[in-house]
C-alpha cells in the first residue's frame, strides 16, 4: 500500500497539532510497512523532496499573496483575494498532478489543506484513487478556520463565511470517506451538508504524544520558572497557543477575583503574538501570574497540579488534555467544542464557559482529586485510550477497507463508527 498524505505543514515547520499529528500517523505508517508519501507547503526556497524517518517528504513553495502564519497585519482587501485563490490555486494544483504522477499513490489522504488547495481531490478522483479527508479545525466552514470572532465562538456561518464555504462543501462531494478528530467537528461539518457523497464517516481521536524512551528514564526536567515549590500553594497550568480564543484572561480573573482558594500561582507555557502576550503581561502583572513562554511539556505537567484549558472557541480536539493525563495531571476543561469528551469521566471536571465562575470549584475539585489513591494511574490509564498506535491501527484500517472497496461513491447514511 503507498498513501500520499497532504497536510498544509510538516515537520520542521509545526504550528500547531496538525503537524505533530500527521507526523505520527506517516513515520506510524512506515513502522506498519507501508509506503508514505507526504506533500507539503514551505515559505521560501525551492521546490524540494526530503527523505524524512523513512517518509518522502515533498516541501512546494507556496504560490500566493503572503505567507500566513506570521503575526504582521494584513488589509482586508488582501486577506479576500488571498482565500479566494486558495480555493482553486491552479499553480499549487499543477505541482500537486506531478507529485501524484510521480508517487503513484493508492490512496490519498488529506487534512488541512490551506495554501495547498482543494484541488488536490479533483487530482485524486481524475486518477481513480480514493480520496480519505480528516476534519481537524474549521478551514473548509470558516476563512480563520476558528469560527471564533468578537471574543466569541460562533454558533453559526455568518454571512461572509457561508460564501467562503460554498466552493468548498461543492469540492467536499469528492471525498469518499471523512474522518473528524472528534464527534463534536465530525457533526458541525455533515449537519452543513459537507462531504455528502462519502460513503462512510469515522471518529478517530488525535493521540498524545509520548516522551521518547531515553526520556522516560531520566526525571522530569526542572522549568527555572516554577522555582522552590510550596506544598500548600495550588500551581495552577495552561499550556498552548497565547491568543483570545485560548481564554487564558477568564483563567486570571477568575483566580484574582476569588476568596476561596487563598494561594495559587497561575503558570501560563506557550507562545502567541507578541502585541498580545504583552498587552497581558500588562494587564495581570500580579507577581502570582508568570507567562513563561515556550517550555519543554513534560517539564511544565512536572511542576503544576493541575491544568486549565479554558478554550472559548470550540476546540475540535484538545490534544493537551490527554498530554497531561499520559503525566497523570488532573484537568479542568471548559464545556466548549470536543473538550467535555475529552476530559477523564470519573473526575468530571468541566466548567461552564458562559459562567466563567464556575471554574473555581472545578479547581478546587481538581486539587482535592490530587489526595484520592490511585488518581494518577486512573488518569494514564484513560490517556492509554489515545496512544499514537491506536490512531494509527485505526487509519491503517479504514485505508485498507477503503482500497478493498473503491471506487466509493455512494451517498451516506449516518455518521458512522467511532473508532
Partial sequence: MHVLIANTLYYPDVVGGS????????EGLVAAGVNVSVVCVTETGEDR???????????????????????????????????????????????????????????????????????IWGIARRAGLPIVHTIRDYYLMCPAALMFSKGKSCRKQCSTCALYAAPRKLKSSQVDVVIGVSDFILRQHMTRGFFPRASAAHV?????????????????PRLPGFGAHDAKV??????????????IEIVAQQLLAQRTLPQWRLYVGGTGAPAYV???????ADPRIEFMGRVDPRAFFAGIDVLVVPSIWREPFGRVTVEAYAQGVPVVGANSG???SVIEPES?????????????????????????????????????GFRPDRMVDAYLDIYQKVLAAAPLAAPLEGLGQQM
Avoid at 482553486?88 to 487534512?111: C, G, H, Y
Avoid at 478517530?204 to 522530569?220: G, K, T, V
Avoid at 504583552?278 to 495581570?284: E, G, P, Q, W
Avoid at 479547581?363 to 484513560?382: D, T, Y
Fill in 49 to 119: 523532496m526530503c527523505r524524512i524517518n523513512g517518509v518522502n517528504v515533498h516541501y512546494l513553495r507556496l504560490a500566493n499573496l503572503y505567507w500566513p502564519y506570521t503575526t504582521r497585519r494584513r488589509m482586508l482587501f488582501m486577506k479576500a483575494i488571498w482565500h479566494a485563490f486558495d480555493v482553486q490555486n491552479v499553480f499549487m494544483a499543477r505541482r500537486l498532478q506531478k507529485i501524484v504522477e510521480r508517487e503513484k499513490p493508492d490512496i490519498v489522504s488529506t487534512s488541512n489543506l490551506s495554501c495547498l488547495s482543494l484541488g
Fill in 348 to 384: 468530571a471536571l468541566v466548567f461552564d464557559i458562559e459562567q466563567p465562575s464556575t471554574l473555581i470549584a472545578k479547581l478546587e475539585a481538581a486539587l482535592a482529586l490530587r489526595a484520592s489513591p490511585g488518581f494518577r494511574e486512573r488518569l494514564m490509564a484513560h490517556a492509554q
Fill in 204 to 220: 478517530i481521536n488525535d493521540c498524545y504524544l509520548p516522551p521518547h524512551p531515553a526520556e522516560m528514564r531520566l526525571p522530569s
Fill in 234 to 247: 495550588a500551581r495552577i497550568g495552561v499550556l498552548g497557543r497565547v491568543s483570545p480564543e485560548k481564554g
Fill in 338 to 340: 470536543a473538550i467535555p
Fill in 278 to 284: 504583552d498587552k497581558l503581561r500588562r494587564k495581570y
Fill in 19 to 26: 503537524e505533530v499529528s500527521t507526523q505520527i500517523l506517516a
